[in-house]
């Protein structure tokens, strides 16, 4: 089974900056998709960053481009997410997820139904 955790979650005011990381027992087995989603009060879950380690293709939603961006640190094989400019909308528990790709596979996939692994999620709060 494999084991996925986030950190670096927490209360920030608009305007500010977090970064994720994202850290799983099989980060070192490529190549992957890793996927960051994100569930606000009241809304379904969606998709917000996701990287292919095959090739470093990466995708964001349209809601992040320019303010989020995806980086991956292999020698601690951790993935992390800047996220920049923080709006109230993006309040919201932020999941990593990851799932084994084939390695010619050279786009992003960001669709959360096809993500295995899962981690519990860790709490952004944009306000003043």
């Known amino acids: 089974q494999v084991q996925v955790a986030e950190s670096g979650g927490g209360l920030v005011q608009p305007g500010g900056s977090l970064r994720l990381s994202c850290v799983a027992s099989?980060?070192?087995?490529?190549?992957?998709?890793i996927g960051w989603f994100r569930r606000a009060p009241g809304k379904e879950r969606e998709e917000v960053a996701c990287?292919?380690?095959?090739?470093?293709?990466?995708y964001y939603a349209d809601s992040v481009k320019g303010r989020f961006t995806l980086s991956r640190d292999k020698a601690t094989n951790t993935v992390y997410l800047q996220m920049n400019s923080l709006k109230s909308d993006d309040t919201g528990v932020y999941y990593c997820?990851?799932?084994?790709?084939?390695?010619?596979?050279?786009?992003?996939?960001?669709?959360?139904?096809?993500?295995?692994?899962w981690g519990q999620g860790t709490q952004v709060t944009v306000s003043s």
């Open positions: 997820a990851t799932v084994p790709t084939d390695p010619e596979v050279n786009q992003a996939m960001c669709d959360a139904n096809e993500y295995d692994y």
């Open positions: 990287i292919t380690t095959s090739d470093g293709s990466t």
């Open positions: 099989d980060f070192g087995l490529d190549p992957q998709h």
